[in-house]
């Protein structure tokens, strides 16, 4: 048993998925069409999967919702680990029930006032039937499973799809994706008038979508990582590729705390995560000025140059500020970086580290029209 509990998290989530046992069986509305090689598992196959997922994560999360961040509200749907590499292997093996019962675990703290959990199923099957493969290839096999499962998680919100493009979610999906080397169709251009039109409707009776610019794609997006770069960043999981991108657009800082609340919102445990990045070796623990400056708030280092003695003014701006510290010794600086587990991105090893945002960015278009797929 995972739980001492008299049942399992697994049989209070089943419960919600297939209805208590003294309830009147309910139809199921929502039956996945999948393409006609996929066939739907044993639910036995399925318990077993979201047993061992469950298991993996014991202690992890929230104590009453197991697959939810403790830090949050269950209100907030925010998991406590990437829930990615579990969905897209679901996806793989054709085990879709395991997906709706994880994301119904998911939205239990929150299923929708008077509503209940059932929507969750609706934009699960939804997503795994939209043929993305009409619109982008990857190198990868296992990147078009990858991609399909952020967009589930990212359905946790709730709405439509559509309005996905006003969030970071299509930025983090480019992200963690570009690895991938994503290659465009120019049927692109047919979701960027489906858009726009989407957009002049809703422009109708709402200001904010009559200033939210159109889309406009002369050339589908073609930059791309180099392959060396690209293998190492491949070895990572979805939420540490998101944490590595972080990092590069921060230009290093405290590994624990190199995500913001959007790439938190998707899933992740930042101590498997930063065991990955450091693993990996496209960080590197650091000493520089830009990182401890990078990682400090300016009360922070005033603080520290409280603490260590260092002659300052409280005009000064950050850099002056790690300037000082740097004057007592150099080894005030160790210290303070040691104690934060500040890390650079290791450009010496992989200079194209320097320009991956940048392309993934170039790429954010197409993940943005895939939203109206």
């Not at 579990?86 to 998911?106: Q, Y």
């Not at 919100?157 to 120019?186: D, K, M, V, Y």
């Not at 690209?230 to 944490?243: C, D, G």
Request: with cysteine; glycine share 6%; net charge neutral.
């Amino acid at each position: 048993m995972l739980y001492d509990k008299e049942e399992t998290m697994l049989h209070k989530i089943s419960r919600l998925l297939f209805g208590k046992k003294d309830e009147v069986p309910q139809i199921d509305k929502t039956k996945i069409e999948l393409p006609r090689k996929q066939t739907k598992l044993p639910q036995a196959h399925s318990s077993n999967a979201v047993d061992l997922f469950l298991s993996s994560i014991k202690g992890v999360g929230h104590p009453e919702y197991p697959v939810l961040d403790s830090q949050y509200s269950p209100s907030s749907r925010i998991p406590c680990t990437d829930l990615v590499p579990f969905i897209s292997k679901r996806i793989m093996e054709r085990d879709i029930t395991s997906i709706r019962i994880v994301m119904r675990a998911v939205i239990e703290g929150n299923p929708g006032l008077g509503i209940g959990p059932d929507w969750i199923d609706e934009s699960v099957d939804n997503i795994l039937s939209i043929p993305f493969e009409n619109y982008v290839s990857f190198t990868s096999e296992n990147a078009s499973p990858e991609l399909k499962a952020l967009y589930i998680v990212a359905a946790k919100g709730g709405g439509g799809r559509e309005f996905l493009i006003t969030e970071e979610i299509p930025r983090l999906i480019s992200w963690a994706c570009i690895a991938h080397q994503p290659s465009w169709s120019t049927q692109l251009h047919s979701l960027a008038k489906k858009a726009n039109s989407w957009i002049a409707k809703m422009a109708k009776d709402t200001l904010y979508w009559q200033e939210y610019g159109r889309f406009d794609v002369k050339e589908v997006p073609n930059a791309s990582i180099e392959n060396v770069l690209r293998a190492a960043i491949l070895t990572l999981t979805p939420a540490a590729r998101l944490q590595l991108f972080y990092a590069v657009e921060r230009g290093g800082g405290s590994l624990p705390v190199l995500t913001n609340y959007q790439i938190r919102s998707l899933g992740i445990n930042v101590e498997k995560t930063s065991k990955e990045l450091i693993d990996s070796g496209l960080v590197l623990s650091s000493t520089s000025k830009e990182a401890i400056e990078s990682a400090h708030s300016k009360q922070e280092l005033v603080e520290l140059c409280e603490t260590y003695g260092a002659t300052y003014r409280k005009l000064w701006k950050k850099e002056k500020l790690v300037d000082a510290l740097q004057k007592i010794d150099s080894v005030v600086l160790e210290k303070i970086a040691k104690s934060k587990n500040l890390v650079s991105p290791n450009y010496q090893r992989y200079p194209d580290l320097r320009n991956v945002v940048r392309i993934a960015d170039e790429h954010q278009v197409g993940f943005k029209l895939l939203c109206f797929a």
